[in-house]
Structures are given as C-alpha cells and as structure tokens.
C-alpha cells in the first residue's frame, strides 16, 4: 500500500487547510496574488523560527546544525518574498499550477493504491483528476491575471477538499490494513501438546520384572 505524504494526518490536514485558505484568498482578496506572496513569507519566517527554536530545544548531535540550516533558508526565502513581492506575484499562478500538477499525481498514486482496501470507486479520483488538469491550465495562463487568480483559487479549494477525502481513505485503508494483515493469535495447546512438549508423553513403557 502506497502512502508517501499520508504518513501522519497531522501534515495532509495541513496542506489541505492550506491550500483552501489560499484559494479563499486568491477568489475573494484584493490584488490576491501579492497577498498570497506576503502570507506565504510570513509562513517562511514562522517556520524558520519554530525550527531554530526545535534546535535548541532538542540538541542532539547534527540535529542543531540541521535545523539552524533550515531556519536560515526558510527566513532567507521569506525576506525575498516579503521585499520582492510584486516580482513573485506574477509567477504565483505558475507556481500554483505546478504544486497542484506534483499533488494532484501524488493523491491520484496514492487513492489507487487503497481503492481495493476501503472498496472505493473509480469516482473517487475525479476531484485529484481535476486538481491535475486545473494546474496543467494554470501553467498555460491564457487569461488575464484576475482572472487565472480567481481560477487557480477555485482550483486550490478542489484540491484542498480532495486532501481531506484522501486522508479519510488513507486512514480507512490502513485499518483495513491492520485487520487483513494482522498475526492471527496461537490457538491454545491442548493436554496433549503440553505433555509431548515436556517430553512426558513421550516416554516409552519400561518392563519391570520382579527380582526373587
């Protein structure tokens, strides 16, 4: 069963959260697309905080370094997007349409590999086929860019609903995983077994003979 990116809820509930709150923004805010680029470094320097303060708190071994490293890159790429915004904000559709090209595949990989476990149909994979074709749109960007941001935010809004109905399965089919593939409990030996276990019930009868 194929699950890479479902190993937790924790982080597909996020990504989904995620790309519906950036979809509401990109349908509905003004000049949606420079805000998206400001949340998103806002989003970078949250992150890199979190990470610095999680090297610290947990110094073991290369662990500190790690996420020092981490935490530089994600302020580095924050403070590029918040002092360049408007230079971002014109390639956010294209980028948009790439992320949901990589995750619609993924979800789409992932809903067929659990269909036989949670009985799930073919159905089911219309909203990451969507998701996939949307970001392939997106990425030929023929409209004008109010338009294509009202559009990929919609686009994001399927995808983010279809993450959550894939986490769903995923957590199903690893259920039903546990319970086909589970080790069947021993039967308890029987009187019989125990003595030949003991070596008792294989004894062999021993003739005595009575000595005068």
């Known amino acids: ?11 597909s509930i996020l990504r989904a959260l995620a790309a ?4 509401l923004v990109m349908v509905f805010g003004n000049n949606a697309p420079l805000t998206v680029v400001r949340i998103v470094a806002c989003f970078l320097f949250a992150a890199g905080f979190v ?18 490293t981490n935490a530089a890159v994600d302020v580095l790429l924050g403070l590029l997007l918040f002092l360049f915004p408007a230079q971002v904000a014109g390639f956010i559709v294209y980028l948009i349409g790439v992320l949901l090209i990589l995750y619609g595949v993924l979800q789409l990989i992932v809903l067929a590999s659990v269909m036989n476990l949670v009985g799930a149909r073919f159905t089911s994979l219309i ?10 749109f997106l ?5 004008t860019m109010k338009i294509m941001s009202i559009i990929s ?45 003991s070596g008792i019930g294989q004894a062999k009868e021993v003739d005595y003979r009575k000595i005068d």
């Open 1 to 11: 069963m194929f699950t890479f990116g479902y190993k937790t809820k924790f982080s």
């Open 20 to 23: 519906i709150g950036i979809g």
């Open 51 to 68: 990470s610095l303060v999680f090297g610290f708190a947990y110094r073991k071994g290369e662990l500190l370094s790690l996420m020092i």
């Open 127 to 136: 909203f990451s086929i969507c998701a996939v074709i949307g970001g392939v």
């Open 139 to 143: 990425l030929f960007n023929p409209f």
């Open 153 to 197: 935010g919609c686009l994001l809004l399927i995808y983010g609903i279809s993450e959550l109905f894939s986490t769903w399965q995923v957590d199903k089919a690893k259920k039903a995983y546990e319970i086909k593939f589970a080790p069947k409990p021993k039967e308890p030996a029987s009187e019989t077994d125990k003595l030949d276990a």
